[in-house]
């Protein structure tokens, strides 16, 4: 069974940082396109950023601009994004999430469209 737990979300003033994580088990994580994704209240989910841990190329929606950056640590199974000047436009749920759709999926560009599998979600919070 895949599961995906996400974790680090708080309340940051603007300009600040913050560091999610997404721990995932139940998979075998390197064969699976991997994402980052977030909804802010009255607005649909966005596609933030996307990695394949098997390969390490990263992929970020255009809003981020250099400021978000996804990473994987595979001998512990988890997954990162660093959130670094944060506006109060991030304030959102942010979701982990995977596809078994694999690398494709994610050098495709369909990542953004959304995954089979997430997580519940950690709320990001900031205020100016």
């Known amino acids: 069974q895949v599961q995906l737990v996400e974790s680090g979300g708080g309340s940051v003033q603007a300009g600040g940082s913050l560091r999610l994580s997404c721990v995932v088990s139940g998979y075998t994580y390197t064969r699976y396109c991997m994402g980052w994704f977030r909804q802010a209240p009255g607005k649909e989910r966005e596609g933030v950023a996307a990695i394949y841990p098997g390969g390490g190329r990263a992929y970020y929606a255009d809003f981020v601009k250099g400021r978000f950056t996804i990473s994987q640590d595979n001998a512990k199974n988890t997954l990162y994004l660093q959130l670094n000047s944060l506006e109060p436009d991030d304030t959102a749920m942010y979701y982990c999430?995977?596809?078994?759709?694999?690398?494709?999926?994610?050098?495709?560009?369909?990542?953004?469209?959304?995954?089979?599998?997430w997580g519940k979600g950690t709320l990001v919070t900031i205020s100016s």
């Open positions: 999430a995977a596809d078994e759709r694999g690398e494709k999926y994610c050098s495709g560009g369909y990542w953004p469209l959304g995954m089979d599998y």
